[in-house]
């Protein structure tokens, strides 16, 4: 009975051990706090006032890899590109922070992030879709009150083609060119709520299209005359 016991515990304590490890030391990721759930690894950086702090963090913690990022509560020039390729984050999410650019000017392709979700962001130079060329793998992106201004020619020419959802929270998004989705061949989810976007046209989306949740919510006539007529789906 003893030894199973003490075997109960052994295996329990490696276990947890085992885990906590796979964190980066504190002093390695300072100002940002490592958390693991046994899966996966969480980042979080909070009142972050030197994009610096971010750079530096990529040297000192050159050994070990994370999944997700959080920024919030911040006030930056830019998140490193380098950040997201060297320590090869899938998502990254900021919430109420202000930044210059989303991203500094970089040539090379970010291949690991699949998730970008921003809620209540600031950007002083607004959202500029030249800095998305690099994520050809982006899947996901979610924007809550943050300026997208049009989902025009430069969101066409540099936004991901793997994209399989994209929601617009009170965006104050007025202007979706034509064929804006149109090379978008896996986009499932698109969701535009609390913007001023009434008028929908049927070159804006792909001959076939696997969407199937659609919600312009200031355009429910529009919505329902066009898959009723165009039959899209």
């Known amino acids: 009975?003893?030894?199973?016991?003490?075997?109960?515990?052994?295996w329990f304590s490696f276990i947890n051990y085992a885990f906590a490890d796979r964190c980066a030391p504190a002093a390695l990721v300072k100002p940002?706090?490592?958390?693991?759930?046994?899966?996966?690894?969480?980042?979080?950086?909070?009142?972050?006032?030197?994009?610096?702090d971010l750079i530096d963090l990529i040297r000192r913690s050159e050994d070990y890899q994370f999944d997700y990022f959080l920024l919030k509560h911040s006030s930056i020039d830019f998140i490193p590109q380098q950040l997201i390729t060297m320590k090869s984050f899938t998502s990254v999410r900021i919430i109420k922070s202000n930044l210059t650019d989303l991203f500094d000017e970089g040539s090379?392709?970010?291949?690991?992030?699949?998730a970008l979700i921003l809620q209540t962001v600031s950007l002083k130079n607004g959202i500029r879709w030249e800095q998305f060329r690099n994520l050809q793998?982006?899947?996901?992106?979610?924007?809550?009150?943050?300026?997208?201004?049009?989902?025009?020619?430069?969101?066409?020419?540099?936004?991901?083609?793997?994209?399989?959802?994209?929601?617009?929270?009170?965006?104050?998004?007025?202007?979706?060119?034509?064929?804006?989705?149109?090379?978008?061949?896996?986009?499932?989810?698109?969701?535009?709520?609390?913007?001023?976007?009434?008028?929908?046209?049927?070159?804006?989306?792909?001959?076939?299209?696997?969407?199937?949740?659609?919600?312009?919510?200031?355009?429910?006539?529009?919505?329902?005359?066009?898959?009723?007529?165009?039959k899209l789906f």
Do not use: W
Request: glycine letters at 2%.
């Open 108 to 114: 090379v392709k970010v291949e690991s992030l699949e």
């Open 137 to 230: 793998n982006l899947k996901r992106l979610i924007m809550k009150n943050v300026n997208v201004l049009a989902l025009d020619d430069k969101f066409i020419d540099n936004m991901s083609r793997e994209l399989e959802q994209l929601v617009l929270l009170r965006t104050n998004t007025s202007h979706i060119n034509d064929n804006v989705f149109a090379k978008m061949s896996h986009l499932t989810d698109i969701i535009v709520q609390g913007n001023e976007i009434t008028n929908l046209k049927r070159n804006m989306f792909p001959e076939i299209s696997r969407t199937t949740n659609f919600f312009f919510e200031y355009a429910s006539y529009y919505y329902y005359t066009f898959f009723s007529l165009t």
């Open 32 to 52: 940002c706090v490592c958390t693991s759930n046994g899966a996966d690894i969480l980042l979080t950086c909070h009142n972050i006032t030197k994009h610096t």
């Open 1 to 10: 009975m003893c030894v199973r016991v003490f075997s109960f515990f052994f």
